[in-house]
């Protein structure tokens, strides 16, 4: 099956300062790629998401980039502020298949 | 996005007794939904996969026994803990798979925290 390496595991920036991080996948049959952002106690949310088809993808602060080839994608933050401090995870998913998730990442905005 | 709702949000109960939790799609029909557990500080771990009017598909070292799966309607998917044991504390966290389009992704619901006494 599918394996998604997630890193870091733990992620300190200060406020306004840019994120990165960094999922690896073993199947290339693999197309979707979700980024989820949990909250302490709360549900994770969906934040962006990008299919095989296209190499990048951006949603105001939060863009998310996809290298096939290398199989490994990126979540990127940019200004980042004391409320994008959550645990984020990736996923990656075969065609109607289930989630594969990373082992998350908790990030830090320092004030 | 969709919504996906779960009940209890919490519940506390006693060793040797079963807890029942349901999770629901709200505004759309969900024909495959997902459980997972999640530990604290960790990932969430697939235990099953649900599909509506089949049996739930199990994960190696979920017990099927232990952790029953029901999902008799396109909105309504439970997970029941039979015979529930303190290391059965978790958080329980369904979601439900939403597809439309080219749109093919998974809506969580709040999760419900099992403690076992």
């Known amino acids: 099956g599918e394996n998604v390496e997630q890193h870091p595991s733990t992620l300190s920036v200060q406020e306004g300062d840019s994120a990165v991080i960094k999922c690896t996948y073993s199947?290339?049959?693999?197309?979707?790629f979700p980024w989820y952002k949990q909250e302490l106690g709360k549900r994770p949310q969906l934040i962006i998401d990008i299919r095989s088809n296209v190499g990048e993808k951006k949603d105001q602060r939060i863009a998310v980039t996809l290298n096939k080839t290398a199989k490994h994608f990126s979540l990127h933050i940019t200004e980042t502020q004391p409320e994008d401090s959550a645990v984020y995870f990736c996923?990656?998913?075969?065609?109607?298949?289930?989630?594969?998730f990373g082992t998350g990442t908790s990030l830090t905005v320092i004030p | 996005g969709a919504v996906v709702s779960q009940h209890p949000s919490w519940v506390i109960c006693k060793s040797g007794t079963s807890v029942k939790i349901e999770c629901r799609s709200l505004d759309f029909q969900a024909t495959t939904m997902f459980w997972y557990r999640q530990f604290p500080k960790q990932s969430l771990m697939l235990m099953a996969t649900s599909n509506e009017g089949s049996k739930a598909t199990y994960e190696q070292g979920v017990e099927k026994d232990k952790f029953l799966i029901n999902h008799a309607s396109l909105t309504l998917s439970t997970l029941t803990v039979t015979s529930a044991h303190p290391e059965d504390s978790s958080f329980y966290i369904c979601?439900?798979?939403?597809?439309?389009?080219?749109?093919?992704?998974?809506?969580f619901g709040p999760g419900t925290r099992l403690t076992v006494l």
């Open positions: 199947d290339s049959a693999s197309n979707y």
């Open positions: 979601s439900a798979r939403v597809v439309a389009g080219w749109a093919d992704t998974q809506y």
């Open positions: 996923a990656a998913s075969l065609p109607g298949n289930q989630f594969y």
